[in-house]
């Protein structure tokens, strides 16, 4: 019972983070352990929120443009306010997680555009994670040094 109140707490938390009125279109998007979800809400001005801060506070330089980027091959940049809340691994993989959230919430927007967001990759999950490491290897594939004598 003690688990119930402590997840719906949580809940109504990250509600609170994607609270804003009006329809959006809304899809998550992931990369390694990141998870992104992303709403984008119509008659926007082209503000991009990650996690209750500006999106120039979060990212830095390229990934700024990573993350406009299918907002750009859809010439919709200023037609979306942006939410996200994105949860686990670094940064270079939440910019990753929310581009493939604003770009499948842009298929629900309009499925014409699946054609242009699809030969660019930014539909396909990039499902590269981390290997987990081998019994009797320091890591992944590092074995121990080997000793002649």
């Known amino acids: 019972m003690a688990e119930d109140k402590k997840s719906t707490t949580t809940d109504k938390e990250e509600n ?18 990141s998870i ?15 996690n209750n801060s500006p999106v120039d506070e979060y990212f830095f330089g390229t ?3 990573n993350i406009k980027a299918p907002l750009k091959l859809a010439n919709a940049m200023k037609l979306f306010d942006i939410t996200a809340l994105v949860v686990g691994g670094g940064v270079s993989s ?3 997680a929310i581009r493939h959230g604003i770009a499948k919430a842009l298929l629900e927007y309009d499925p014409e555009l699946r054609k242009v967001l699809k030969t660019a990759g930014f539909l396909t999950r990039d499902s ?3 290997e987990r490491k081998k019994f009797g290897l320091k890591k992944a594939r590092r074995a121990p040094q080997w000793a002649k004598r």
Request: zero cysteines; a positive charge; charged letters at 35%.
């Open 94 to 96: 939440q910019s990753d």
């Open 63 to 65: 990934l700024i443009g």
């Open 16 to 33: 609170n983070l994607m609270k804003r009125k009006g329809n959006y279109f809304y899809a998550n998007g992931k990369r390694k352990t």
């Open 36 to 50: 992104a979800r992303v709403r984008l809400y119509e008659n926007g001005k082209g503000e991009i929120i990650v």
């Open 128 to 130: 590269r994670t981390k």
